[in-house]
């Protein structure tokens, strides 16, 4: 051991004694702010980590990993020979055509605009996750030729309609007359209705067999507005896209999930990053707590740094010997503050629901929030990275006072003594 005293002695200091009482409270109180401010920080971080991912698996439930889209005519030829170039990746679990267009649904005295996406329900359900969202109807009701429509449960409630109303879509192209253009018009059947919690999707999305979206849209047969594809690891999205950029043989146009959803995630990720600067802070606080710690225990214990001093301990050792005693105090609070935090994060969905009970409180209502519920997604990465920044920061506090120390001068300290 390189300095075995200078650790004893330092160990020792931390033990109350009667003449410093108020000083172990200090400590006490330091060693609890830490443990609090870290434990803090992992649950805040581990909760965003559970917003992010379920918010990220809502939005993948109705947009693709990646995406194949139409080229200079802003359509695809022949989608078949396309899916089967994609599936012949191996990352690539599923291949699924559709056709989007903007349109108008009407009923009664309601008109909303609308995102119509033509769809074939069997290869849907393997790239999205429609299915298990649906509130009533089914998804394989779209049969081509039967003009049924699915819609989101926003749309739905602000258009006041259920399954088995009528309803009219209205196409933007349209036919030219001598009175004008006039926009082509269809009469549809409600036979679904889904929720997929995101209020962009549930409120204007409505789909519809790929067959009647061709037909609605003047779309020759074998034609589509792209094709949606599934990995098998959603992570690899932007690797794949490229590779598929490169391989495809059709004038195609080829995005992924990080690209059309961008600037969403970047700010829930900016979110993040402030969230741990401005918990970080708290930290600090706490850890800065331990200065007040150790200069009132270097002022109780300058009889005793005179006389190490006078028997030959350096400055260095002296320095050593409190940077000890700060640096246990800021150890130990950041392990209760570790386990404390991580046992949280791992069990927030028993703990919140049980707050929720005893105080009869809710704190994500069902009535506004689609996400009832605190998510927490426990990363340890994110476990050692507060770890790290709450072990510098009390070893940094330890610093000033520990130099204090080592320049007390023995004559002008045992003068009184």
Known sequence: MPFPYEILIGLRYTRAKRSNHFISFISLFSMLGIALGVAALIVVLSVMNGFQKELRERILGVVSHVQIMGGDEGTLADWEYVARQAESEPRVRAAAPFVQAQGMLSFDQAVRGVMVRGILPEREDRVADFSPHMKSGSLDSLEEGHFNIVLGAELARALNVFVGDRITLIA?????????????????????????????????????????????????????????????????????????????????????????????????QIEKTMMFIILSLIVAVAAFNLVSTLVMAVTDKQADIAILRTLGVSPGSVMAIFVVQGALVGFVGLLLGVGGGVLLALNIDVVVPAIEKLFGIQFLSKDIYYISDLPSDLQWRDVIRVTLVAFVLSLLATLYPSWRAARTNPAQALRYE
């Not at 030219?176 to 999707?201: C, D, N, Q």
């Not at 790929?210 to 792209?226: H, I, T």
């Open 172 to 268: 933007p192209q349209g036919a030219v007359t001598p009175a004008g253009v006039l926009p082509r018009l269809k009469t549809f059947t409600v036979s679904g209705i889904f929720e997929v919690g995101m209020f962009e999707y549930d409120n204007t999305l409505a789909l519809i067999a790929l067959g009647d979206a061709q037909r609605l849209y003047r779309l020759e047969e074998g034609r589509v507005s792209g094709v949606r594809l599934k990995l098998d690891d959603l992570f690899s999205a932007p690797r794949v896209a490229f590779d598929l950029a490169q391989r495809l043989d059709a004038n195609a146009f080829v995005s992924d999930w990080t690209r059309s959803h961008a600037n969403f995630f970047r700010a829930v």
